[in-house]
């Protein structure tokens, strides 16, 4: 069992930055992919970026790309999105996920999730 506690979010303005920190519990978090996905009001629940066990894999969603980046540290049981240049469309509910040990973009493929935080982009 992993539970995971996101923190982080904010208002912030649009071409700013935000971390999101994801802490989890448990001994078996370096098992585990870690994943950040987002859900925009009235919209579905969607892929962000994904990390291996290890962090040595990593994928990110085309609209993310190159201005996010997912880090984790297994010693502290806590994965990161670091998150530039934000865009108003990147408005949203961040959710923190754990899945199996191989890295995936797919939602269903997480079986622990956080409660969420809420980021706030304005233009």
């Known amino acids: 069992q992993v539970q995971l506690v996101e923190s982080g979010g904010g208002l912030v303005q649009a071409g700013g930055s935000l971390r999101l920190s994801c802490a989890a519990s448990?001994?078996?978090?370096?098992?585990?992919?870690m994943g950040w996905f987002r859900q925009a009001p009235g919209k579905e629940r969607v892929f962000v970026a994904a990390?291996?066990?290890?962090?040595?894999?990593?994928y990110y969603a085309d609209s993310v790309k190159g201005r996010f980046t997912i880090s984790r540290d297994n010693a502290k049981n806590t994965v990161y999105l670091q998150m530039n240049s934000l865009k108003p469309e990147d408005t949203a509910v961040y959710y923190c996920?754990?899945?199996?040990?191989?890295?995936?973009?797919?939602?269903?493929?997480?079986?622990?999730w956080g409660q969420g935080t809420q980021v706030i982009v304005s233009s």
């Open positions: 448990g001994r078996t978090f370096s098992r585990h992919t």
């Open positions: 990390t291996s066990w290890s962090g040595g894999v990593t």
């Open positions: 996920a754990a899945g199996g040990p191989i890295a995936t973009m797919g939602r269903y493929e997480y079986d622990y």
